[in-house]
């Protein structure tokens, strides 16, 4: 049976990203955020929803940029604090030991703790009631060599990504495969089904 | 070592959606999406990205409705299956041995067997190159009686959201709890320091 809840954000699962942006004085900050995702496939474009009071929103807009770093099991405790504290007052760099690195081909830095990092161009700028919606257009994508397969594939279970379930505030590690995409499913086509050029 | 690898879609997680709608003669569909997820609280709204040529695009635009049924572990190869063939000639639904159960609050059908499940109306759209991302303000969220825990929140293990890993193509489960978010990261707080009311 089920049961109305009303107007909750029970969406599963959620991303753990860490916004990597530079100040107007050039100070790298983080902030989390779970509230974003792939918006694009041509141009590559990734979302993230911030609030405009914001310290982050401020620096976005000003440099046009913006990096991804994802959180990691093993970084998800830093992670959880770059969301409770601001840049405006702390440097969460330094607070939690993690290195900023300049992203190659936008104005932003990344954390180099995460295996995972994806550099942002501002491309469209939302509102969206309380939250601002800023599209990045991803300009490059870059992975800790030890997190790919031989074959040149990310290892998604060596890099561990964490997610987040909202309304019930945790977050989560990668469980077991489920199997392969786009594959699957094709126990469910008729014979002589072909599939769509989707 | 970090490696460059261009611009890939290396976003992890990413969500799978099932996508409800009714075409303009009321037969019930649903499409996989994978690139969406919560763009903001106030109103609550959930962002999908949707090729303008499935035919998922045409049903909401014209019924400025939608549904997002999470697909689960237990239904990931039928999330699979509605993701590789078009509702334009088949009926997922029958094929798929699933029922489309009219939403409450707008117009468009959700998938039963999925244990959540969310009513969004059209809210805006946004054309970002070759997708088109659909806005969908909350109406409603629904979820079986059974995955609530004692004390009304969603208990994320029975539900057990399926994810996507692009690129590796592969589906995985839920992991084990990290914590609790707003919580595990106050061990690097300094002491006196307070959070940031954010």
Redesign the interface.
């Known amino acids: 049976?089920?049961?109305?809840?009303?107007?909750?954000?029970?969406?599963?699962?959620?991303?753990v990203f860490l916004v990597g942006t530079y100040d107007e004085h050039g100070k790298a900050n983080i902030m989390t955020a779970?509230?974003?995702?792939?918006?694009?496939?041509?141009?590559?474009?990734?979302?993230v929803?911030v609030?405009p009071v914001?310290y982050t929103a401020d620096a976005i807009i000003k440099r046009k940029s913006f990096t991804?770093s994802?959180a990691t099991?093993s970084i998800?405790?830093?992670?959880?604090?770059?969301?409770?504290?601001?840049g405006?007052?702390?440097d969460k760099f330094s607070?939690?030991g993690l290195h900023a690195e300049r992203a190659?081909f936008v104005d932003a830095p990344f954390v180099q703790e995460s295996p995972?990092?994806?550099e942002c161009s501002l491309?469209?700028t939302?509102e969206?009631?309380?939250?601002t919606?800023f599209?990045g257009e991803?300009?490059?994508?870059?992975?800790?060599?030890e997190m790919?397969t031989a074959d040149g594939?990310?290892?998604?279970e060596k890099?561990s990504?964490?997610?987040?379930?909202?309304?019930?505030?945790?977050?989560?590690?990668?469980?077991?495969?489920?199997?392969?995409?786009?594959?699957?499913?094709?126990?469910?086509?008729?014979k002589d089904?072909g599939?769509?050029n989707?």
Chains 1, 2 share one sequence.
Not at 1 to 15: I, N
Not at 76 to 86: F, L, M, N, P, T
Not at 138 to 145: L, R, S, Y
Not at 153 to 156: A, G, R
Request: aromatic share 8%; charged share 20%; glycine share 10%.
């Open positions: 049976m089920k049961k109305s809840v009303g107007k909750q954000a029970l969406v599963y699962p959620t991303p779970a509230w974003g995702g792939i918006c694009s496939s041509e141009p590559l474009c990734i979302a929803s609030r914001r991804i994802l099991k998800i405790k830093q992670a959880d604090y770059a969301g409770i504290v601001s405006r007052r702390v607070e939690l190659e995972v990092i994806i491309y469209k939302i969206l009631g309380v939250h919606q599209i991803v300009q490059d994508v870059k992975i800790n060599e790919l594939k990310p290892d998604i890099i990504p964490a997610m987040f379930a909202p309304v019930a505030g945790l977050y989560y590690g990668l469980g077991e495969c489920l199997g392969k995409g786009f594959s699957i499913g094709k126990e469910f086509l008729k089904q599939l769509d989707l």
